[in-house]
Nanobody
Framework: QVQFVESGGGLVQPGGSLIVSCAAS????????MGWYRQAPGKQRELVAA???????NYSDSVKGRFTISRDNAKNTVYLQMNSLKPEDTAVYYC????????WGQGTQVTVSS
């Protein structure tokens, strides 16, 4: 079973920055497109950023220009750099392959509030 472990979330003020990380195991990481997903209270989980095995990236309109996804295949890790954070970015952030399978991690909470 594939395992994803997210970390790096926290409380940040509006306009601030945060980077979250996700370590993957039991997967041929370099062969897969990876995605960052988020779920806000009362809302469905959504894809916010993805990166292919060739490091082509794409973003949802809500985060384009503010978030940057990257990967380190040597460390089986995918990152999400989040800048100019807004209160509406508050959510639990998860990583998974893209498109996702059912092996979700525990996620990491990001709260944007003054």
């Amino acid at each position: 079973q594939v395992q994803f472990v997210e970390s790096g979330g926290g409380l940040v003020q509006p306009g601030g920055s945060l980077i979250v990380s996700c370590a993957a195991s039991r997967i041929m990481f370099r062969a897969y497109a990876m995605g960052w997903y988020r779920q806000a209270p009362g809302k469905q989980r959504e894809l916010v950023a993805a990166i292919t095995s060739r490091e082509i990236t794409n973003y949802s309109d809500s985060v384009k220009g503010r978030f940057t996804i990257s990967r380190d295949n040597a460390k089986n890790t995918v990152y999400l750099q989040m800048n100019s954070l807004k209160p509406e970015d508050t959510a639990v952030y998860y990583c998974n392959v893209s498109p996702p399978n059912n092996d979700w991690g525990q996620g990491t909470q990001v709260t944007v509030s003054s």
